[in-house]
């Protein structure tokens, strides 16, 4: 038996502020059984844990422990626990669909490391198609194009040619090179190949430039609802996370008001991402302006995630990077995941200040050694190839955002902005009769679409979805019409 100290009542109460705030659709509660008498401890573990009051004293003593999966509708069994249960074998499931494990004691700053909930959805999604079903995935935010074949030919050529060993931890000198020129001539300012450090994926440069940068209690701003790592990584490393609200009726972009009054002594970062995931939202060169000159009056430095540069529908890309005064204090992050239909490859890059281009490679020579030598010599056909590939996937991406876009806004109490650029979109839902997180799971169960609640990018994300329309538009023209049925089911319904 549970001794009676391990009352979970507590953790019901927790895990379900964390669920409406966080908006999973399941939480996992570890209930450490102490092997020393007396001593009392319980420990949550919501699957994304940033929240320091969620932890509780960790138990270093517990050799057991109760991990018992709560589907959100199922938690009334939680009050079961009060009573205590009987403590069934390590390894034994238990028929509330929990299992028994025998648990390490985990760094205190794993509790904080998050994680990105559109890979969760897509398992489930998986587990339902070998049920049998046919799911449409909107949840996945990475090109349905394949490379184009000149980069798959270069990588091809490059291992032929003996080019698999490992490399300079900064980069392949000859892509730094290219990268160097393609950010001189695309941001119109003269970047030299020593300020390019490569990474295998776009990611890496936002953790290592948080690891190289924010000190405990550091704050670090970033836009809320944004791209799940971002506030991830800084909780992990130890800074204060700072969401910065995006608001629809400017586009998504934030008001230069909130920025300011986000500003404090301990502002040392502020990250930008423009285009934008979710929202598709983007900066615009009036905005970059008044956000340079608050860098560098209150004297922090601009991480400016610009993955999507060229995924853009209209108007053309600007970056903070190119204004007077900014490269000494801007960090750009760049990559060939979506731009060029290469998000397996793992190919990004980073430019910086010598000196945190400098701290990025030590972290490197740390962590990965380098990034893949072939793939970096395909990332240069990538980039001095033609770019024909590039035209063409935005077209037919835009063509989608229209479809999609005037989908969703014929669906009765939903509307859609029209994003200008990524490949996704961030409908409004509020008028619905179920919160996001419960409508993505509804419209996963009913309608066998995939897709994400706005809460997995942030609590600025309640009330909205995102859908991600790197899918055919077969595939989009049919989701948007299981979705309306759906919807149309839950609000006739929710009248009777
Ligand atoms: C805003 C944003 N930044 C960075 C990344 C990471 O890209 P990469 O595949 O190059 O690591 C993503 C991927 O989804 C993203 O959406």
Known sequence: ???????????????????????????????????????????????????PEFRYPTCRWYKTALFLKIEKKERAFLPKLKHGVSCPKIGEWLTDGGIILETPTFATRMSRLGTESAFEVLAKAKQLEAQGKDIIHLEIGQPDFPTPSNIIEAAYKAMKEGHTGYCPSAGVPAFREVVAHHITETRRITIHPDEVTVTPG?????????????????????????????????????????????????????????????????????????????????????????????????????????????????????????????????????????????????????????????????????????????????????????????????????????????????????????PLGSFYVFPNVTQLPLSADALADYIMEEADVALLPGTAFGKYGDGYLRLSYANSLENIQEALGRIETAISKLTSDSYD
Request: a negative charge; aromatic letters at 8%; one cysteine or more.
């Open 202 to 418: 776009a990611k890496l440069i936002i953790f290592f430039t948080i690891l190289a940068l924010i000190d405990d209690g550091d704050e670090v701003i970033y836009p809320e609802p944004g791209f799940p790592v971002y506030e991830s990584v800084i909780d992990f490393i130890g800074g204060k996370a700072v969401p910065l609200p995006l608001r629809e009726e400017v586009g998504f972009r934030f008001r230069l008001e909130d920025l300011v009054d986000a500003i404090s002594d301990r502002t040392k970062l502020l990250i930008l991402n423009s285009p934008q995931n979710p929202t598709g939202g983007t900066l615009t060169a009036e905005d970059l302006e008044a956000i340079a000159e608050l860098a560098q009056k209150h004297n922090f430095y601009v991480l400016t995630d610009e993955v999507y540069s060229r995924i853009l529908y209209e108007g053309e890309h600007h970056s903070i990077l190119s204004l007077p005064g900014m490269k000494e204090r801007t960090i750009l992050i760049e990559g060939h995941s979506k731009t060029y239909a290469m998000t397996g490859w793992r190919l990004g890059y980073g430019i910086a200040p010598q000196a945190i281009a400098d701290k990025i490679t030590r972290l490197t020579i740390n962590s990965n050694s380098c990034t893949a030598t072939f793939t970096q010599l395909a990332g240069i056909e990538a980039l001095t190839g033609p770019q024909t590939f590039v035209k063409e996937m935005v077209a037919e991406f835009q063509i989608r955002r229209d479809a999609i876009v005037d989908g969703l806004n014929a669906i009765d109490s939903v509307s859609c902005v029209k």
């Open 1 to 51: 038996m549970l001794p009676k100290s391990q009352d979970a009542g507590c953790c019901d109460v927790d895990g379900a502020t964390y669920t409406r705030r966080r908006g999973f659709t399941s939480i996992y509660l570890l209930i450490g059984i102490p092997c020393q008498v007396g001593v009392e401890m319980v420990t949550v573990f919501p699957q994304k844990s940033s929240t």
